[in-house]
């Protein structure tokens, strides 16, 4: 998992309310990511990080949001537009295209 | 379009046994291909990088191979343990314009058993 925490491990939210999930590294990476992870599909991308105060759209951006205000945090909030939220949710960083690093997870139930 | 598929969907062998894992790729302009492991609700871990150069790389028991004329990897596990039962992720990365994407196959889900 190295150096990224994602908090909480379980999140249960009910439907309609929003909900903020924790990314946070100490590899000094300028870049990071959010990822979705859905039983038998490969890891789809939300938003992504290469510097502070920016961000740009992933392929699957709508009903989500970013900040990024600080170089190691890059939370993501999850809400009530996106239709079908539960799901794994990853975040990595990267220094270099050569390397990405993942966070432990976020596994998100909502009903 | 851009794409990782990999093969088989999932693989039960027995402890001690010998196992291969296939990557095939259809993306441009090629930067990097890793290998990584997900335990069941864990993060990915890095297994192994390579670049256009590369045609192998070994990381313990595991080791990989590109074939960048075919765009085909593969990562070929020796002598099994219970604890290599994970799904294992093989991810392309192309460079375009001075940024870069990562390209995710839906991994190979790997038994070991007893």
Not at chain 1, 93 to 103: A, C, I, L, P, W
Request: hydrophobic fraction near 30%; charge should be positive; include cysteine.
């Amino acid at each position: 998992d190295g150096g990224i925490t994602q908090s909480p491990k379980y999140l249960f939210r009910k439907e309609g309310q929003n909900v903020t999930l924790s990314c946070e590294q100490n590899l000094n990476h300028d870049a990071m990511y959010w990822y979705r992870q859905d039983p038998g599909q490969g890891l789809r991308l939300i938003y992504y990080s290469q510097i502070v105060n920016d961000f740009q759209k992933g392929d699957i951006a709508e009903g989500y949001s970013v900040s990024r205000e600080k170089k190691e945090s890059f939370p993501l909030t999850v809400t009530s537009a996106q239709k079908n939220p539960t799901a794994f949710y990853l975040c990595a960083s990267s220094m270099t295209e050569y390397e990405q690093y993942f966070g432990p997870g976020t596994r998100l139930t909502v009903t | 379009k851009n794409q990782v598929e990999q093969s088989p969907q999932s693989l039960i062998i027995l402890e001690g046994k010998n196992c291969t894992l296939q990557c095939n790729y259809t993306v441009s302009p090629f930067s990097n291909l890793r290998w990584y492991k997900q335990d069941t609700g864990r993060g990915p871990v890095s297994l192994t990088i390579m670049t256009f150069s590369e045609n192998t790389k070994s990381n313990g028991r595991y080791t990989a191979t590109l074939d960048a004329d075919t765009k085909q990897s593969s990562l070929h596990i020796t002598a099994s343990q219970l604890s290599d039962s994970a799904s294992y992720i093989c991810v392309v990365s192309a460079r375009t314009s001075g940024t870069y994407k990562y390209i995710f196959g839906t991994g190979t889900r790997l038994k070991v058993l007893a």
